[in-house]
């Protein structure tokens, strides 16, 4: 009689294809990980371009850009009621957020935007939303944050004067600002040289309001290239807690109070940098290593500086 063998894995040999299967995965994890933020980016990269080509929508239709913001904090009139109304809300007839825009419209000038129509306010537009950040689309006490902000320049964020002459210039050296009204012929060193919209990240900080669409009364809707692309220092708010920032030995920051400062740098969860929309329209990558001084002249519409190639 012939003996038969039961046929099948041994334990070592299990063992051993699960080790391989495991390394197998080890290789293609970082693979489809790159793929993904490759599409992600992608995405981001459209979303930019719809919202440089709604701004020049905007543009023909009004002849110029819309206000960064209406409301000047300090300088607001404490027995009116500042409007705080942000650009965003000025173009979403051009970003297909039309109805949105009907709604809110009687408001306009009679009371601030983050009391206006709730659901309104909360409603996330994912076209302002970069599919990398984690905390994308988030919804805060006033309503909607985003993750594209507006440039407002190279300098401070000085709220009480960024719509006057003072020692920061003729209002801020960017395209948003506090009652703005910059156009096209404005942007004497060429669109395609002079930034127009860059990325933030979202805090998962409830209070935080860095991105606030519907209470522009901080800046927190525009972003300043003072500081480098991903900086680690923090963004500031206009609060006493701001003397004790350890920019201010260097940056000979005005006191707080009435006329202080906020800033927001560009940041982004793209690897090695942040994507922008030009003046032109055009998007594109800024990588974190490019030199300050370069950073500055791009968000600068009108110093004359060559723009070299990074």
């Given at each position: 009689?012939?003996?038969?063998?039961?046929?099948?894995?041994?334990?070592?040999?299990?063992?051993?294809?699960?080790?391989?299967?495991?390394?197998?995965?080890?290789?293609?994890?970082?693979?489809?990980?790159?793929?993904?933020?490759?599409?992600?980016?992608?995405?981001?990269?459209?979303?930019?371009?719809?919202?440089?080509?709604?701004?020049?929508?905007?543009?023909?239709?009004f002849g110029n850009l819309p206000a960064g913001q209406f409301s000047q904090q300090q300088l607001d009139d404490p027995n009116g009621q500042p409007n705080r109304m942000t650009w965003y809300v000025s173009i979403l007839p051009f970003v297909e957020q039309k109805a949105m825009?009907?709604?809110?419209?009687?408001?306009?000038?009679?009371?601030?935007?983050?009391?206006?129509?709730?659901?309104?306010?909360?409603?996330?537009?994912?076209?302002?939303?970069?599919?990398?950040?984690?905390?994308?689309?988030?919804?805060?006490?006033?309503?909607?944050?985003?993750?594209?902000?507006?440039?407002?320049?190279?300098?401070?964020?000085?709220?009480?004067?960024?719509?006057?002459?003072?020692?920061?210039?003729?209002?801020?050296?960017?395209?948003?600002?506090?009652?703005?009204?910059?156009?096209?012929?404005?942007?004497?060193?060429?669109?395609?040289?002079?930034?127009?919209?860059?990325?933030?990240?979202?805090?998962?900080?409830?209070?935080?309001?860095?991105?606030?669409?519907?209470?522009?009364?901080?800046?927190?809707?525009?972003?300043?290239?003072?500081?480098?692309?991903?900086?680690?220092?923090?963004?500031?708010?206009?609060?006493?807690?701001?003397?004790?920032?350890?920019?201010?030995?260097?940056?000979?920051?005005?006191?707080?109070?009435?006329?202080?400062?906020?800033?927001?740098?560009?940041?982004?969860?793209?690897?090695?940098?942040?994507?922008?929309?030009?003046?032109?329209?055009?998007?594109?990558?800024?990588?974190?290593?490019?030199?300050?001084?370069?950073?500055?002249?791009?968000?600068?519409?009108?110093?004359?500086?060559?723009?070299?190639?990074?």
């Open positions: 009689m012939q003996s038969s063998r039961l046929k099948g894995f041994t334990l070592v040999e299990l063992l051993v294809v699960i080790a391989i299967i495991g390394v197998l995965i080890a290789l293609l994890l970082p693979a489809v990980q790159q793929a993904r933020e490759a599409a992600r980016r992608i995405q981001c990269t459209n979303h930019l371009k719809q919202l440089g080509l709604a701004m020049h929508n905007y543009h023909d239709t825009y009907d709604i809110v419209k009687p408001n306009m000038g009679t009371s601030p935007a983050n009391t206006w129509n709730e659901t309104v306010r909360k409603t996330v537009v994912e076209g302002f939303v970069c599919p990398s950040d984690p905390n994308g689309g988030k919804v805060g006490t006033d309503g909607f944050q985003g993750n594209y902000v507006g440039n407002s320049g190279h300098d401070i964020m000085v709220q009480a004067n960024a719509a006057t002459p003072s020692t920061h210039g003729e209002g801020m050296s960017g395209l948003f600002f506090v009652k703005s009204h910059i156009g096209l012929k404005d942007i004497t060193d060429g669109t395609s040289n002079t930034l127009m919209f860059g990325e933030i990240r979202q805090s998962p900080q409830a209070n935080c309001t860095i991105g606030n669409y519907w209470n522009g009364w901080g800046m927190e809707s525009m972003f300043s290239t003072l500081f480098w692309i991903n900086t680690p220092a923090p963004d500031f708010v206009p609060t006493g807690t701001v003397a004790d920032n350890p920019w201010r030995k260097t940056q000979e920051m005005p006191a707080a109070g009435p006329g202080s400062q906020t800033n927001y740098s560009l940041r982004s969860t793209h690897p090695g940098g942040v994507m922008v929309t030009r003046a032109d329209g055009s998007a594109s990558f800024l990588p974190e290593t490019i030199s300050s001084q370069l950073l500055k002249d791009l968000s600068n519409r009108g110093d004359g500086s060559v723009i070299t190639s990074f």
